[in-house]
């Protein structure tokens, strides 16, 4: 229990390191930042695969990163990238996309042998398949998609940058039946033209201040309470309560279901008020 623990310390440092490092890397390019991120999550997963204890925390340590990174530049892209007409069918995805994959993750688990034989779980090898082949996979296709298809920045980016003809470049690209000039007018119309607060500033300047003390009070709030909490530690909670028909992975895997169909209702819940309310 305690090398488990320690283990999964590695991870959840990472994530933050990502989180905060992940603004100022953005400030390079969106595209560079996702590109850093996939070679740091690859070179984790490889330290992974390793059956060293110190590495195996690195590379949690570095893949945490690499995932907090994406967490943040990856929703910056769709945004600054994504044509407005699309925006609202397309923003949900990433929602929905994050219980899928929570879910394909519970039930990657079934593979291996039960809890209760240590020395089937010793022996097998097909915590390769969690561990090393499925989030390395993830990472090439990412990867090869940005070398061969996403060649360009975000628009808006390269509109604020003023690299004005790779941004024509990349409305050819996703506004392939409209004028790219008139595309350009609209999206530069769009752009947020208030001042650019820093991340130092959201907590030393009073007009910042209070507001950035709330948000982080309440997503410290839901993180120890809410679904994360719950799924971290859904394994230990369904223990207790196995029989010879139901097991802890079966209660996670339910967890997973549970969490889809929420994610889903709640986004039809913001449709309806926001149309509501607009």
């Known amino acids: ?30 595209r560079n930042a996702l590109l850093f991120a996939c070679s740091l999550g690859i070179t984790g997963v490889s330290l992974t695969a390793r ?33 407005s007409t699309y925006f609202d069918r397309v923003a949900p995805i990433y929602s929905v ?12 688990g079934f593979i291996l042998p039960p ?18 082949w499925v989030p ?9 998609g940005l070398l061969f298809v996403v060649k360009h920045d975000a628009i808006k980016f390269l509109i604020n940058s003023g690299k004005i003809t790779e941004a ?23 752009l947020d033209s208030g001042p650019q607060v820093g991340f130092y500033e959201t907590f030393s300047n009073p007009k ?35 029989s010879a028909t139901f097991s802890a992975r079966k209660g996670t895997l339910f967890i997973g279901v549970v969490n889809i169909i929420a994610a889903i209702f709640a986004l039809k819940i913001v449709k309806k008020y926001r149309e509501q309310y607009e």
């Not at 967490?71 to 044509?83: A, H, K, M, N, Y």
Request: charged share 15%; hydrophobic share 45%; proline share 2%.
């Open 168 to 190: 024509k470049l990349h409305i050819m690209q996703m506004y392939q039946y409209q004028d790219p000039t008139d595309v350009l007018k609209s999206l530069s119309k769009s």
């Open 97 to 108: 996309s994050h219980t899928i994959g929570g879910l394909i993750a519970y039930s990657l």
């Open 136 to 144: 390395m996979t993830m990472y090439v296709l990412m990867l090869l």
């Open 1 to 30: 229990r305690k090398n488990q623990a320690i283990l999964g310390s590695p991870m959840v440092l990472g994530l933050m390191t990502g989180a905060l490092t992940g603004g100022h890397l953005m400030k390079a390019g969106r």
């Open 51 to 83: 059956l060293n204890f110190v590495t195996i925390c690195l590379g949690r340590f570095l893949y945490g990163t690499s995932v907090g990174i994406m967490g943040i530049t990856g929703s910056r892209f769709v945004e600054e990238t994504t044509p």
């Open 208 to 242: 910042y201040r209070r507001s950035t003390v709330i948000n982080i009070i309440q997503i410290l709030f839901h993180e120890m309470t809410a679904i994360s909490v719950v799924k971290k530690f859904s394994t230990t909670l369904f223990e207790g309560m196995e």
């Open 115 to 132: 809890n209760n034989d240590l020395q089937g779980l010793i022996e097998t090898k097909r915590w390769l398949i969690i561990y090393f």
